[in-house]
């Protein structure tokens, strides 16, 4: 009996592709923490999987079951009582473009915790309508912000190049919106800052709730041959696209004089109050004026996550063609981690809306990084790892999926 083909994995994905037992994530995820140079050889961390096969972020919402959050809530009283200031200065920091996420964390730590955060936004690269209102909404809601619009045209060449050397339309975007808070924290004086949830509930690696400046993650300013933005270095960058070292600077990590200079711990909310994002929904409609897109995101069956970038959507579509995981598995998963529907609802919501085209504001997207719509569909074709994906009757079609009906399945 002749030996199956074993068909190329991009990416490091592993050759098999396997399924959650309890949600429907693939084993395909990559973590976010390597997911900036995701060639198609590099090497890469994915979603790991016990011996019941179930994943990283189910066993962590298993955790979650178990944590005493009136303990938890009180190790945050002391966090908060300690970096606390009563001359009327900032005394925390949240990032955020005013979605539900950041807006519920700014508000419960200014309005039941008695904090005073400065808000920092690093704002979409293409606004769409109802996000910046809900931005403004947030502000006007009791908040001091700082929004930092970075060189406009840089921003539209590494979007471009990010799409064209890695089919990763935010991977710069998410570098600098990493890297920005910390360093407007650093340069107000502010200690403490706080994201929302802890990537492990995603999967990613397992994290330690506070991380210091000084952690060695922010010290690769200093090695700038070994950074890459959108698929391309640093030299080449300034040498093939006339792109000066100063109009990169905002997407850079601190400086290591900064980090010995700092004292900024970065925390997770999420760690200390259980974080439900339904629940975080509704917080956040009922006293910041947040509002739902006016209508279903494309490519999954809600309207109120990751609504404020015209090209959210069009991310979700490039990880289903690398990854075979599309918006829709991403909030099913989730959902189902929090009892809001079952496995075979989640199934049934990722076959009917994973891999949908995002075609309501691609026009808008092409135009911006001047990309005409056929090129972007070849590279998708270039980007398709051979192990997820083939053709039948000349379409393409994913090996396998979580419902089973794959072309290999």
Not at 77 to 82: E, H, M
Not at 214 to 222: A, H, I
Not at 323 to 350: C, M, P, W
Request: charged share 30%.
């Amino acid at each position: 009996m002749s030996k199956q083909k074993v068909l190329e994995a991009y990416y490091g994905l592993p050759n098999e592709v396997k399924y959650c037992t309890k949600c429907v994530m693939s084993n395909q995820r990559p973590t976010s923490a390597v997911e900036f140079k995701h060639t198609k050889n590099s090497k890469k961390t994915t979603m790991q999987f016990d011996e019941n096969g179930v994943c990283d972020a189910c066993r962590t919402a298993e955790i979650k079951e178990g944590i005493d959050w009136v303990m938890r809530e009180e190790e945050l009283v002391k966090l908060l009582d300690r970096y606390r200031k009563n001359d009327g200065s900032y005394d925390c920091l949240v990032p955020g473009s005013g979605g539900k996420d950041s807006a519920y964390q700014a508000h419960v730590l200014k309005y039941k915790y008695g904090m005073n955060p400065l808000t920092v936004t690093w704002p979409p690269i293409l606004y769409t309508d109802y996000g910046l209102k809900n931005w403004k909404n947030w502000l006007d809601s009791g908040f001091d912000n700082i929004s930092f619009y970075r060189n406009g045209k840089v921003m539209k060449l590494l979007t471009k190049l990010s799409i064209e050397n890695l089919l990763h339309p935010f991977q710069t975007f998410i570098l600098g919106q990493k890297n920005l808070a910390p360093k407007i924290a650093a340069k107000y004086g502010i200690n403490l800052v706080f994201y929302g949830e802890n990537e492990a509930e995603y999967g990613n690696p397992l994290a330690d709730n506070a991380t210091s400046l000084r952690d060695k993650s922010y010290y690769s300013f200093e090695n700038l041959d070994e950074i890459y933005l959108g698929g391309v270095t640093v030299k080449d960058l300034m040498e093939k696209y006339n792109v000066r070292l100063s109009d990169l600077m905002s997407f850079f990590p601190p400086k290591v004089e900064e980090l010995k200079k700092s004292n900024v711990e970065v925390h997770y909310l999420g760690y200390y109050l259980k974080w439900t994002p339904q629940e975080v929904y509704y917080y956040a409609v009922e006293n910041t004026g947040f509002k739902a897109r006016p209508h279903r995101t494309q490519g999954t069956y809600s309207k109120y996550s990751g609504i404020d970038d015209k090209i959210d959507d069009l991310h979700f579509y490039t990880t289903f063609i690398k990854f075979g995981i599309g918006r829709a598995t991403y909030d099913a998963s989730q959902e189902i981690r929090n009892k809001h529907i079952t496995r075979e609802e989640g199934v049934a919501l990722v076959n009917r809306f994973d891999g949908e085209f995002p075609d309501r504001y691609f026009d808008d997207i092409m135009k911006y990084i001047d990309m005409k719509p056929e090129d972007f569909h070849n590279l998708c074709d270039k980007f398709r790892s051979p192990h997820l994906w083939g053709k039948k009757n000349g379409e393409w079609k994913l090996r396998h999926n979580v419902k089973g009906t794959g072309l290999d399945d």
